[in-house]
């Protein structure tokens, strides 16, 4: 087996597309292509650097000869990533900017059923501003912009983070040196980190306070503005600790620590399956009974109220695992 095919089979053996292995090694696509092509061959430098990287030997790289390098123990010893200084920057770096979008992205599906609600109270004005049938269509259309964005910005997000994706998933290695230096930033973060869920609890406790106004004033469209303000307060609420904690789980990710220590990933791994699950099944029976009922001014209670169910869910699932853990 010759080196470009050699390269190619490390590298589909681990997962990785070219462009991830470009990025660990530093070069461009194109040359990663050209090596895997045979168009090109990796000076000495990089031939060292693909010995480490995919933890085999320069003669297994070298000699055409060599047909499959060392089997054994090969089931339980599969090779980790390295993190480098700049790498890590790099990772934490994103992460800030994605914890802007992801807010912001989240924040748009809370915020989207507002309009809605808006045109849906002028309605019920005594002077009639506008109709029915125009306030749910405008709101609708303004809810579908909001939410497409949002996936817009949640797509790009995973996209962009493609690169990192071992990290997310714990297959790395770190030096101390380079841990401290983490731990030290986030011992700096911390105070702000905390200030800013102080300030989200704060709003998602207030949250209610509108809703008590309507006992106030028993008009249909004070009520649908009086919600509207409760469902803007829960969104900032949301926007923040989602910004807050973005940042504080990335830092948790390369010092492996937290729920994303080693012996709870598993853990992690099934809470994420049952949240898709979720809010898959939420979405899709919210959309099948607007279709049916085309009650879409009412439907949206769903949201609400899945959201109140989800921690519960969580916890549940939490308790489920453990009792299989300790049953093993």
Known sequence: MILAAKITSLRKKQGWSQEELAEKMQ?????????????????????LALSKLFNVTTDYLLKDDIE??????????????????????????????ASKRIALATFLCI???IPLL??????????????????????LAILLALIAAAVAIFV????????????????????PTLKNMIIEKQKAYRPTYFKINIIALIS?????????????????YFALTMLSITILLIGVGVYLF????????????????GKYALRDQEKESIKKTVSALYWLSATAIYLIWSFLTKSWDTTWILWPIAGILFPAIMRLCNILVEKNRKAK
């Open 27 to 47: 070069v461009s696509r194109q040359a990663v292509s050209k090596w895997e092509s045979a168009q090109t061959t990796p000076d000495l430098e990089k031939i």
């Open 68 to 97: 499959e390098e060392d089997k054994k123990d090969k089931n339980d010893d599969t090779p980790l990533n390295e993190i480098s200084p700049m790498l890590a920057r790099r990772f934490l770096d994103w992460r800030e900017k």
């Open 118 to 139: 808006l045109l849906s109270a002028a309605t019920k004005l005594p002077i009639h501003a506008i109709s029915e049938y125009l306030a749910a269509g405008i709101g």
């Open 242 to 257: 989602i910004l807050a904690g973005v940042r504080w789980i990335s830092m948790q990710k390369l010092l492996k620590e």
């Open 156 to 175: 790009s997000c995973n996209f962009r983070n493609t690169p990192f994706e071992f990290i997310d998933k714990g297959s790395f290695k770190i030096e």
């Open 111 to 113: 915020f989207s059923v």
């Open 204 to 220: 998602c406790i207030l949250s209610p306070i509108p809703l008590f106004m309507i006992l106030l004033m028993q008009e249909e």
